[in-house]
Nanobody
Framework: QVQLVESGGGLMQAGGSLRLSCAAS????????LGWFRQAPGKEREFVAAINWNNERTNVADSLKGRFATSKDNAKNTAYLHMNILEPEDTAVYYC??????????????????WGRGTQVIVSS
């Protein structure tokens, strides 16, 4: 059974940094793209970042480039979302997810079918 567990969220002041973790079990992240998404209150879920199976390709949403990055430690079966210079607009529940198909790279959330429960990030001004 596939399980993804996010951690590391919390309350932060604007300008701070945070690192989220996504621990996977029931599958091997070395064969899957790992995507990060977020959903703010009253808004649709949006793409944040993704990293491919062998960590050679990453994609960060244009609006977040320069502040957010993602990495993956395949030996630990864990992925990370590095968030810097946090803004109140970054307040959201952050989710990690993997797609059904191995090795392929996706940014569309509809291509992902295994999701964690999310971790809340609140950024105060």
């Amino acid at each position: 059974q596939v399980q993804l567990v996010e951690s590391g969220g919390g309350l932060m002041q604007a300008g701070g940094s945070l690192r989220l973790s996504c621990a996977a079990s029931g599958l091997t992240l070395s064969t899957y793209t790992l995507g990060w998404f977020r959903q703010a209150p009253g808004k649709e879920r949006e793409f944040v970042a993704a990293i491919n199976w062998n960590n050679e390709r990453t994609n960060v949403a244009d609006s977040l480039k320069g502040r957010f990055a993602t990495s993956k430690d395949n030996a630990k079966n864990t992925a990370y979302l590095h968030m810097n210079i946090l803004e109140p607009e970054d307040t959201a529940v952050y989710y990690c997810a993997v797609p059904k198909m191995r090795y392929l790279f996706f940014v569309d959330p509809s291509s992902y079918d295994n999701w964690g429960r999310g971790t809340q990030v609140i950024v105060s001004s």
